[in-house]
C-alpha cells in the first residue's frame, strides 16, 4: 500500500505509522532539519526501498536516526570521548556523527562503508515515531536524489506520491535545512563533512579545537550524505545573481536577500528572505518550491556574504547552482 497524500501527526497516525515501519515498509516524517524517508534501518530489504524509492544509488550511505542518546551504543561500536561531549551540547538536534558502525547495521545503509552517522533528531514526532517503531530509522531526506529537500508534508507528497505507504504532516521544519555532519575518528579526531543547522564555531567551542574539512576523493562512497557537487537542486534552473546583475528575460522567479528590487517587471515573481542565517535558511527551501514550476524558466537568487554564519546556506546554494 502506497499513499500520495499526507495525514496530520496524531498518537493513532503514529502508531500505524510504526506498524508500517515494523512491516518493511517506507515512512515519510518531519525533523527539525528537513522531513525523512524513513525505514527500519536493521532491515537490508527495508533500507534498498529507500533507494529505489528515491533514485538515489547505493553508494550514497544514509542518516540512522534514534529516539535516545542511549541508543548510538547500538548503531555504532565506538564512541570516543568528543562523540559524548557533542552529543551532551547538541543531542537532541541537527547534529550527525560518523562513527565506526556496529555489525547490526546493514551495509546497505552505510555504502559500503565501515562507518555510519547517527543522529538523535529533535522533533518530537520524529521521536516518537522512532520509540513507537522499536528500531532505529535509517532516512535521507524525503525527495527524488539530488532534488530539493522537503520543509513541509505537501513538498513530500509532490516528489515521492504512490512511493511511501505513509506521509505523517508535523508542520513546518523548524531549522530547514539539513543536520551538520562531523567524522569522528577512534582517537577522537573531528572534522567537518557537510555544514548545517550547527555551526562549524559551536562546535569549535564545545571541543576547544578548530575543526577542519575533511576531505573525499571522489572515488568510492562518499562518507556524508550531501557531498556531491550537485545537489538540492530546483527542476528549474538555478542562477546566483548580485543585486546589480541583470535579470534574465522571460518569466521568472527573483529570490531576493533582506529587501525587495524596485522596478521589476510584472511577469516576474519575487520572494524576500530575511537577512539573518537562521530566519534565512528556515524559508529557503520553501520558497524554492514555492516557485519550482514550470511557468518559470529560471529562478535567480540574491545569495548571501560569504560569512561564517552563511556557510551552511551558502554551500547548498552553490550545489543547487551547480550545472
Known amino acids: 500500500m502506497t499513499t500520495s497524500h499526507a495525514v496530520v501527526a496524531t498518537p493513532e497516525t503514529i502508531a500505524l505509522a510504526a506498524a508500517h515501519l515494523r512491516a518493511g515498509d517506507l515512512v515519510a516524517f518531519p525533523t527539525e532539519t528537513v522531513y525523512g524517508l524513513g525505514a527500519n534501518a536493521l532491515d537490508a530489504a527495508a533500507v534498498e526501498k529507500i533507494f529505489i524509492a528515491k533514485r538515489r544509488p547505493r553508494s550514497s550511505p544514509l542518516i540512522v536516526h ?153 572515488q568510492g562512497s562518499a562518507p556524508s550524505p550531501g557531498m556531491h557537487e550537485r545537489h538540492y537542486a530546483p527542476h528549474t534552473p538555478l542562477r546566483l545573481v548580485s543585486r546589480q546583475s541583470p535579470l534574465p528575460d522571460g518569466a521568472g522567479a527573483l529570490i531576493s536577500l533582506g529587501t525587495a528590487r524596485p522596478n521589476l517587471p510584472n511577469d516576474l515573481t519575487e520572494i524576500v528572505l530575511p537577512a539573518y542565517p537562521e530566519a534565512y535558511a528556515r524559508g529557503l527551501y520553501a520558497a524554492l518550491h514555492s516557485v519550482d514550476h514550470p511557468d518559470h524558466a529560471w529562478i535567480a537568487l540574491e545569495p548571501p556574504p560569504q560569512q561564517p554564519a552563511w556557510e551552511a546556506v551558502n554551500d547548498r546554494l552553490r550545489r543547487a547552482a551547480s550545472p
Open 66 to 218: 534514534i529516539a535516545d542518546a542511549q541508543d548510538a551504543r547500538k548503531v555504532v561500536r565506538l564512541w570516543p570521548n568528543a562523540a559524548e561531549l557533542l552529543a551532551r551540547h547538541f543531542w537532541p538536534g541537527p547534529l550527525t556523527m560518523v562513527l565506526p558502525k556496529s555489525n547490526a547495521i546493514p551495509a546497505i545503509v552505510s555504502g559500503d562503508l565501515d562507518t555510519v552517522g547517527v543522529r538523535l533528531p529533535e522533533h518530537p514526532v520524529a521521536r516518537a515515531l522512532i520509540r513507537a517503531a522499536g528500531v532505529p530509522l535509517a532516512a535521507p531526506s524525503a525527495n527524488e536524489f539530488m532534488q530539493l529537500s522537503p520543509t513541509a508534508a505537501s513538498h513530500v507528497a509532490r516528489s515521492l506520491a504512490g512511493r511511501v505507504a505513509m506521509i505523517l504532516d508535523g508542520g513546518n521544519s523548524d531549522a530547514g535545512i539539513e543536520s551538520t555532519v562531523v567524522s569522528i575518528s577512534a582517537e577522537g579526531h573531528v572534522e567537518l563533512l557537510r555544514p548545517g543547522a550547527v555551526r562549524r564555531e559551536q562546535i569549535e567551542r564545545v571541543l576547544g579545537t578548530a575543526v577542519a574539512d575533511a576531505h573525499w576523493d571522489k
